[in-house]
C-alpha cells in the first residue's frame, strides 16, 4: 500500500498488491500462450488459432456479455439508448484499451510520474486524482502526462485494500487533498473515476470541512445509484456497489443530512449510454448536478476520452 504521510509532505508509492498481481496475471497469460503455440505447432490453423483467442481475448467475451446486458438493461433507463452500431463500436473500444490498462499501465507503469515529482505552484488549483475497482494509480497516466504539460499540480492514491470497504479509502483520500493543497495553498478538484466517485463522496460526508478543502468533485462513470453488475460480486467494496445497497442508502442519508438542499451542486458527473460497467446509464448521475452525456462511450476509455479530459481541465482552470 502507499505510504501516508505527514500533511503536506510528498508520498511516494512504494507499492501496490494490484500492481503484482496483474503482473502474474500477464506474465501467466503470456506463458499459457506460449505453451499453447508449442503444444498445437503443426495442429489445424483453425485450432491453433482458436487458442490464440482464448487464451489472448477471453477477455473480449466477457465484455460482450456485458455490452449485451447494457442493450437488455437500458431499455427501461431515460437517458438516450445507444444503438447496436454504437454498442459494437464501445465494445471494440474497450477490448483495445482494456489490455493497455489492465496488462501494462497498472502492472508495469504505475509508478511513472510519482506525485513526489510534481513542483509545487503556489495559486494554481491541483487536481486530485481517484481511481476506481480493480485499479491503481496507473490509470490516469495519460492525465498526469497532460496535466505536466498544462502545468497543473497533482497528487494520486492507490487505494487499497483491492477488495475493502469504500469507507476504508477515507484516509487515502484525505492525505492525497492535503498534499494536493500544500502544493498550491488553493483547494484543489477531485476527479474521480467509477468507485472513485463513491469513495470521493464518502470522504466529502465524513469530513467536516470538506466544503473548504475541495473546491470541486468530477466523477467519470461513477455508481451513483449503484451498478445492475453488483448483484454478482460478493467480495465488501462491490456489495456496496450493488443498486440501492445499505451502503448506499446510508450515504445518501449522511448526505441530506449535512446538505439538506444542493448536495450534489458542486459535482460534475460524466455519464454514458454505452458503460459496460456502470448501468442503467442514469446510474451514474446525480440530482442537482452538471451530468454530462458522453454517448457511445464505453467505461474505461470513457476516462480518456478527449472530451471528458478537456472539459474537466478547463473546469479546474475556471476553478484557479
Known amino acids: 500500500m502507499s505510504s501516508i504521510p505527514l500533511a503536506g509532505r510528498p508520498v511516494i508509492h512504494r507499492a501496490s498488491r494490484l500492481a503484482r498481481l496483474q503482473q502474474r496475471v500477464a506474465l501467466a497469460t503470456l506463458l499459457a500462450l506460449v505453451v499453447w503455440l508449442y503444444w498445437s505447432w503443426g495442429r489445424p490453423w483453425v485450432q491453433v488459432l482458436g487458442g490464440v483467442l482464448v487464451l489472448g481475448f477471453g477477455y473480449a467475451f466477457v465484455l460482450a456479455w456485458e455490452f449485451l446486458a447494457v442493450a437488455r438493461v437500458n431499455r427501461r433507463d431515460p437517458a438516450p439508448r445507444a444503438g447496436a452500431f454504437a454498442l459494437a463500436c464501445a465494445w471494440w473500444t474497450e477490448v483495445r484499451t482494456a489490455p493497455q490498462v489492465f496488462s501494462w499501465r497498472q502492472p508495469f507503469r504505475w509508478r511513472a510520474w510519482p506525485d513526489h515529482g510534481v513542483a509545487p505552484a503556489p495559486g494554481q488549483t491541483a487536481v486530485v486524482l ?25 497528487t494520486s492514491v492507490n487505494l487499497e485494500p483491492v477488495f475493502g470497504s469504500i469507507d476504508d479509502y477515507i484516509p487515502q483520500i484525505d492525505d492525497a487533498v492535503q498534499r494536493a493543497q500544500a502544493l498550491t495553498g488553493r483547494a484543489p478538484v477531485l476527479v474521480c473515476h467509477s468507485m472513485g466517485g463513491l469513495a470521493g463522496r464518502a470522504w466529502r460526508a465524513a469530513t467536516p470541512d470538506a466544503d473548504e478543502r475541495v473546491a470541486h468533485i468530477v466523477t467519470i462513470g461513477s455508481p451513483h445509484h449503484g451498478t445492475w453488475l453488483g448483484q454478482f460480486s460478493h467480495v465488501p467494496n462491490g456489495r456496496q456497489m450493488r443498486q440501492d445497497s445499505p451502503w448506499l442508502q446510508a450515504l445518501r442519508e449522511r448526505e441530506a443530512q449535512r446538505w439538506p438542499q444542493g448536495a450534489y451542486a458542486g459535482f460534475t458527473c460524466w455519464y454514458s449510454n454505452a458503460d459496460n460497467i456502470v448501468f442503467p446509464a442514469s446510474t451514474a448521475t446525480l440530482q442537482g448536478a452538471d451530468n454530462r452525456h458522453v454517448p457511445g462511450r464505453p467505461h474505461v476509455a470513457m476516462a480518456f476520452v478527449d472530451e471528458v479530459l478537456d472539459g474537466t481541465l478547463d473546469l479546474v482552470a475556471r476553478e484557479t
Do not use: D, Q, S
Request: aromatic share 16%; glycine share 12%; with cysteine.
Open 130 to 154: 481517484v481511481h476506481g475497482f480493480v485499479c491503481n494509480r496507473g490509470l490516469w497516466l495519460p492525465w498526469m502526462r497532460e496535466l505536466t504539460v498544462r502545468g497543473i499540480p497533482y
